[in-house]
Structures are given as structure tokens and as C-alpha cells.
């Protein structure tokens, strides 16, 4: 059993930056890549970026666009989204999840997902 417990989320300004941050809580776990998803009001939960379970690669979703980076801290159970220039189409719900690598072209690739933290973009 895994637990995935998200938090870093707020509300900010356009072009602001936020940093998610998702603690795992079994840290006898089985080795796995890590990855973050979101959904917006009214619309399907959309892959954003995943990492290998070394931390040693990383893929992200197109509307990225250079501004959210993925990284993980095996040592202290945790992985990490910064969120840089943040614009209002960024504002969702934000879920940590664990699984395979190739979790953002196969969402059944997820194998525990983390409740959620709520970002929010507006001036």
C-alpha cells in the first residue's frame, strides 16, 4: 500500500510560480516512476509530466512549453512540480500519481493517485 499526499498548491498571479510538492508515505516502496496529472473545472484530467524511478529522465505534456519542471527525491520519498510563468488556463486541480513510465500516453499506467491540490491563476 502507497499513500500520495499533495500540497504546494494556492492562488497566485499571472506569471507567478508555484512549486507542488507530493510525499510518499511508505518509504519501503517498490521502486516507480512518478508523474503529475490535472483537471480543470468541467474537463478530463490531462497528463502534465512524468519522471523515471531513478530520476534520471523526465517527459512533459506540450502546453508546458519550457515553464513546469518535474524532479523527484528518492532519499525523502517525495517528488516535486515547478511551475513557472503561470497563466490562468494553468488553474486545475493537480494529482500526484504513481506507476509507469509511460503514464502520460496510457493513463492506466497509474497505479495510486494522490487526492489533489487546487492551483488557481487570476488577477
Known amino acids: 500500500q502507497v499513500r500520495l499526499v499533495e500540497s504546494g498548491g494556492g492562488v497566485v498571479q499571472p506569471g507567478g510560480s508555484l512549486r507542488l510538492s507530493c510525499v510518499i508515505s511508505?518509504?519501503?516502496?517498490?521502486?516507480?516512476?512518478m508523474g503529475w496529472f490535472r483537471q480543470a473545472p468541467g474537463e478530463e484530467r490531462e497528463f502534465v509530466a512524468a519522471?523515471?524511478?531513478?530520476?534520471?529522465?523526465?517527459r512533459y505534456a506540450d502546453f508546458v512549453k519550457g515553464r513546469f519542471s518535474i524532479s523527484r527525491d528518492n532519499i525523502g520519498n517525495a517528488v516535486f512540480l515547478q511551475m513557472n510563468d503561470l497563466k490562468p488556463e494553468d488553474t486545475a486541480i493537480y494529482y500526484c500519481?504513481?506507476?509507469?513510465?509511460?503514464?502520460?500516453?496510457?493513463?492506466?499506467?497509474?497505479?495510486?493517485w494522490g487526492l489533489g491540490t487546487q492551483v488557481t491563476v487570476t488577477s
Open positions: 519522471i523515471t524511478s531513478s530520476g534520471g529522465d523526465s
Open positions: 500519481a504513481q506507476g509507469y513510465y509511460d503514464m502520460g500516453q496510457n493513463e492506466g499506467g497509474v497505479v495510486s
Open positions: 511508505e518509504s519501503t516502496y517498490s521502486r516507480s516512476a
